[in-house]
């Protein structure tokens, strides 16, 4: 699990996110993301990159939308119980297997 703004999901958070938070407070995070991605997909091993959007602490609601394409995407938050619930599935399944999606409620 990396974050919204690693990789190829940069630029996608709102223009707070993605203007001051995190050049300013977690460049050195995202640069260690950056990383964390490129080694994983390097690894040769199954992997899904999973990039929550910015976490809360409400109930989960069981509405998760992943995606790839983030076009139109900027910014969003999600429930800690959401993220939780995508991870356990992706490990029975393949949907998104060798990808990255982003998620977010």
Not at 56 to 63: A, L, R, S, V
Request: zero cysteines.
């Amino acid at each position: 699990m990396t974050g919204m703004g690693a990789g190829d999901s940069r630029g996608h958070g709102g223009f707070l996110y993605d203007r001051l938070i995190q050049p300013l407070l977690l460049r050195e995070v995202y640069e260690d993301k950056d990383r964390q991605e490129a080694l994983i997909r390097a690894s040769g091993m199954d992997w899904v990159l999973v990039r929550p959007t910015v976490l809360n602490d409400k109930p989960g609601t069981g509405q998760i939308r992943a995606l790839t394409n983030l076009s139109a995407f900027h910014g969003g938050t999600i429930p800690r119980r959401d993220v939780a619930q995508f991870v356990v599935e992706q490990l029975t399944g393949n949907d998104w297997l060798h990808k990255a999606p982003l998620i977010t409620s």
